[in-house]
């Protein structure tokens, strides 16, 4: 079954850091891959997606991404974290080119200390 | 743009009442919308899919008399979680699908205690 994984539940950077969270998806097909944030008690943010067009992706808030079809992963990063930065990060894929059924990553929770 | 919003944010109810969840796409027009459940700490799990005027979907597992939905218009549906019980009480986040950029867009979200 396609799966999408994030290494580390927890990521803890100082304020001004790079940001490096990781996610890889399974498939012999790329897929549409996203990154979305949540904040405490909210919902799920879109920070940014690839659908196979330019493989590093640029989102909001700073952060980007890139499409590595050899190795099957989709890293976000941020060059400078900010401390409003600080939020569960999920990881998301749909097989099959649509938007619908998206598989999630279990989640990043990114801390951001001063 | 692509706002959606859930209605109410948080409920409390007795076990063996009914609650509804409203969600809506305020800023456009959406086919297709998805409910998700997440536990304290985990991923979301995605419950059902929902397609304006005809039956949703579910995903193996979740029981359809038990969680109703409804998606009587464009920007409208609706998750009636049916005499809840505690192991009910979750956080229950729904999405819209926009056909213009083939994005989900999510609700806020509806925390949902059964006492």
């Known amino acids: 079954a396609q799966s999408v994984t994030q290494l580390g539940s927890h990521v803890s950077v100082s304020e001004g850091a790079l940001v490096l969270l990781r996610c890889n998806y399974s498939?012999?097909?790329?897929?549409?891959l996203f990154w979305y944030v949540q904040y405490p008690n909210q919902g799920l943010q879109l920070l940014l997606k690839?659908?196979?067009?330019?493989?590093l992706v640029k989102g909001i808030n700073g952060f980007e991404a890139e499409f590595k079809k050899s190795e099957t992963s989709f890293h976000l990063t941020k060059p400078s974290a900010h401390m409003s930065d600080a939020a569960e990060y999920f990881c998301?894929?749909?097989?099959?080119?649509?938007?619908?059924?998206?598989?999630f990553g279990k989640g990043t929770k990114l801390s951001v200390k001063p | 743009g692509a706002v959606v919003s859930q209605h109410p944010s948080w409920v409390i109810c007795k076990s063996g009442t009914s609650v509804k969840i409203e969600c809506r796409s305020l800023?456009?027009?959406?086919?297709?919308m998805f409910w998700y459940r997440q536990f304290p700490k985990q991923s979301l799990m995605l419950m059902a899919t929902s397609n304006e005027g005809s039956k949703a979907t579910y995903e193996q597992g979740v029981e359809k008399d038990k969680f109703l939905i409804n998606h009587a218009s464009l920007t409208l549906s609706t998750l009636t979680v049916t005499s809840a019980h505690p192991e009910d009480s979750s956080f229950y986040i729904c999405?819209?699908?926009?056909?213009?950029?083939?994005?989900?867009?999510f609700g806020p979200g509806t925390r949902l205690t059964v006492l």
């Open positions: 998301a894929s749909n097989y099959g080119g649509s938007q619908g059924n998206l598989i």
């Open positions: 999405s819209a699908l926009t056909g213009r950029t083939d994005t989900q867009y």
């Open positions: 800023d456009f027009q959406a086919t297709t």
């Open positions: 690839y659908t196979s067009a330019a493989t």
């Open positions: 498939s012999s097909v790329p897929p549409y």
